[in-house]
């Protein structure tokens, strides 16, 4: 019986993952989770699948093509590429490469070049959470030449619970997380301008007494969670930003800013009420009269409701002066069809 000494299985196992360690792994799904979450909904690719190819084409973004062309998915020029380019010994020698100026437009190209070509066509007809049957089918379309690309891409998955990201992503869908896919866009569009929120300043912030509020089980975090208006929030710690919230429950900080309806450079105060997902867009509270040391910022908040919502029920731009006393509506008015036809 032929023996192998043991250091050649030691090789042979490590080079199953490249040259980087379980910690690299670890922390590049971290980092990249979010976009692949993202993804998963803007283009129908798991997420996992979106991730564990991104390890293993970019050694976990330590490969040449990741450090100089943010390349983390190997995909090469091919003719309709007018992008810059890198070239990188591949296949053959100095093969032209696709180069980007950062790591989530190699994300999103990833994606729109599976979506956009006749080959992976097949991949969409699969169940997006059956990571087996997409690596597979990856392989079977001619993504790499490795013979051995879906038993590495299924192992990565496995060994590191990537699959679990298909999951989150299905709770968030579930809980209506991606409503607007750029949020930042969303905020210039609706009446919510930055100008008004600015005019209407911060203060007083709401503080919620949390002995009014339920508690619930959000498997997302292991901070305190609460809801208000059928909307889960968290409270604002010494020393919180919105960076760290969108940290401690898997989201992004963008979104948790656009939730809460603040522009980028807005500072997190303590015991502040933060929202984690997107505020309602009415209230079983019909009227609210406005106080003097008041805001539509507060009044969104403590009610949670948008502050597009405030500013279409009470007819309201950016450059409208509300009184202290003014009765302030929180719902918009919905009009029968019926009276359209009467009228």
């Known amino acids: 019986m032929k023996r192998y000494p043991l250091i050649l299985l030691f090789l042979s196992f490590f080079s199953l993952f490249g040259q980087y360690s379980d910690t690299d792994i670890v922390k590049y799904i971290d980092q990249y989770k979010d976009l692949a979450i993202r993804n998963m909904y803007d283009f129908k690719i798991p997420a996992s699948i979106t991730i564990a190819q991104g390890i293993f084409e970019s050694a976990c973004g330590t490969s040449r093509l990741a450090t100089e062309g943010n390349n983390h998915f190997g995909i090469k020029c091919h003719k309709e590429w007018s992008g810059d380019t890198i070239k990188v010994d591949d296949d053959a020698l100095q093969e032209c490469f696709r180069k980007y100026e950062k790591v989530e437009e190699s994300y999103d190209d990833h994606s729109r070049f599976l979506t956009s070509r006749p080959r992976y066509a097949n991949l969409f007809t699969l169940d997006i959470m059956d990571y087996t049957a997409w690596a597979k089918g990856l392989k079977e379309a001619g993504y790499a030449t490795n013979p051995k690309y879906a038993e590495r891409i299924i192992s990565l998955i496995e060994r590191f619970q990537i699959a679990a990201l298909d999951t989150i992503y ?102 502040e009420i933060v929202y984690i997902e997107r505020k309602a867009k009415s209230s079983t509270t019909l009227t609210h009269k406005l106080d003097a040391s008041e805001s539509f910022h507060y009044i969104s908040q403590k009610y949670g409701i948008r502050m597009s919502t405030l500013m279409d029920a009470n007819e309201f731009t950016e450059k409208s002066v509300v009184k202290p006393g003014s009765i302030i509506k929180l719902n918009k008015e919905r009009k029968c069809f019926l009276d359209k036809i009467f009228k």
């Open 170 to 271: 299905q709770e968030r869908l579930a809980k209506g997380w991606f409503e607007m896919s750029h949020p930042e866009v969303v905020i210039q569009e609706e009446p919510t301008k930055e100008e008004f929120i600015q005019a209407n300043n911060y203060n007083p912030i709401f503080v919620p007494n949390l002995a009014n509020y339920t508690q619930v089980t959000y498997p997302f975090s292991e901070r305190p969670t609460y809801e208000n208006n059928k909307t889960l929030f968290v409270v604002a710690q010494k020393g919180d930003t919105y960076a760290s919230i969108a940290q401690a429950v898997q989201s992004d900080e963008k979104s948790i800013r656009y939730y809460n309806d603040v522009p980028p450079k807005r500072i997190l105060n303590p015991g």
